[in-house]
């Protein structure tokens, strides 16, 4: 056991150091296009990769397989729903958002591209961006150090809380050295590494248990059907549409995702796009397909970790196939880079989420102070980044629990199930995005009566709609999430698509010059 644990910790010291090599090799940013959008530099696979996995997280490797895991397959409609959104938003919305970025002043941060799309001399639009940017992204960023540290603590046998400081310490080490590039190579790479894992692992668990047959032997019945679910006590049910349309809504997060849109205006070329999308649409079909399939086999496989520990199947099938096989050294080796798999696409979203959340704040302070410099501005962003990250450590620290000893002599971290789970943040982050910037992100590059009234009011009313359905007991004690079981998302994309129609048709019309830009941005650019 001693050199076994020996052997993980030499395989995730090479990962680190890896990973902070990357980011020292580009740690060159001369100004703030070069820090918050690698000087529009990415390449097709970069640009590709790097999107898909800062969208993903440890969501996919934790939250999802968890609850096909104790559900059943009728919890998947998330994941149909994610493939959707993602052909949708590389095949209407990354082309045109490259180019009206461009033609809107060179706008580097989305805050700054709405600003210069509507010509808000105001700052309103911009600033109200910035706040909602600022509260969504730290919970966001916090799902990610939840995860982390529920992983760690299985792996080392250290506390929760010291796994959470460890992750967010080595995020911010590398996000503060490196900025976009160096996330955006270090997510690349590693986005190669989640989907070895998710692909591989239960294909080595289905060989074990002896084929596919023994993993359907093993599953209660009904648990492969699209349109039936598990309750809590075990009933079958069937999937209510409000479920299906909940799970479906999760694609049109995609339209309003910063951390996710701003790799795309980062690719180099118009051209690149294309192929960028081809990349980013097979990873996300063969990710989400396994992340599924290992809810299922993790079902067959340990039953028996039940609800209080889905989000912890995938580990705990590294753990029972690799790290409990003695002397072994090779399934040790295997079984460690499976985990640097894991933590790799925990890691390889809250590093975006950290550097585009404090791009918003840095929006704020370059409006406050046109004076500054982009040395000046790119040290400020830095240290927002610390901010954030210490705000999300918080809130991650806030959802520790008791950890005990399992059977087999390891740390797990679930002796009490606590409702602050990596699923409920991320799907409160990300409807926020989602409702709040979406269908302005939408209508501001396909809708020219757009204007800043309407695009103030829509991230206003997406925004604090997806506060209210979570967080207000307003529904005979309960909140509307609770009372209706329908997504955020759902109200919430709808409310702010009406308000920026109706504000914007009741009030001026865009000026010339706004109108000027949204033709210009209807035709590809001349780019060497």
Known sequence: MFTQQWLILAVFAVYFSAIIGMALYFRKSKNMSDYFLAGRGLGTWIGALSAQTSDMSGWLLMALPGSVFFFGTGRAWIAIGLIIGTILNWLFVAKKLRRYTIVANNSITLPEYLENRFYDKSH?????????FAIFFTVYAASGFLAGGRMLPHIFGISYPVAVIVLGSFVVLYTLIGGLKAISWTDSIQGMMMLAAVFFLPLIVIAQMGGWG???????????NLFREYTMDGQIVPVSGIAIISGLAWGLGYFGMPHILVKL???KKESYVHKSAVVAIVWVLIALAS????????????PEIGFAGREYVFIEMINRVFLFNGANLFLVLMGALFLCGMFAAIKSTADSQLLVGSSAVSDIYKTANKKASDKNLVWFSRI???????????????AYVPAHYNEYGVWVPWAIDRATGVMALVSVAWAGFG?????????SLFWKRTNRVGGIAGVIVGGVTVLIWQYAPIMGGQTPMVATALNHIVPGFALSL????????VTKAPS?????????????????
């Open 124 to 132: 309103v639009l911009k600033i109200t961006a910035c706040v909602f």
């Open 435 to 443: 409702s709040a910037f979406g269908p302005l992100m939408l209508t």
């Open 384 to 398: 927002v980044v610390l901010i954030v990250a210490v705000l999300a450590t918080l809130i991650a620290l806030d």
């Open 498 to 505: 009406i308000a920026i129609i109706i504000g914007s048709l």
């Open 214 to 224: 023994n993993v359907v032997a093993n599953v209660p019945e009904g648990f492969f």
């Open 512 to 528: 010339a010059e706004v109108l000027a830009d949204f033709e210009t941005a209807k035709k590809p650019l001349i780019e060497n």
């Open 291 to 302: 992340a599924v399939v290992v809810g299922w086999v993790g079902r067959a496989f340990a």
């Open 265 to 267: 205006i980062a690719i």
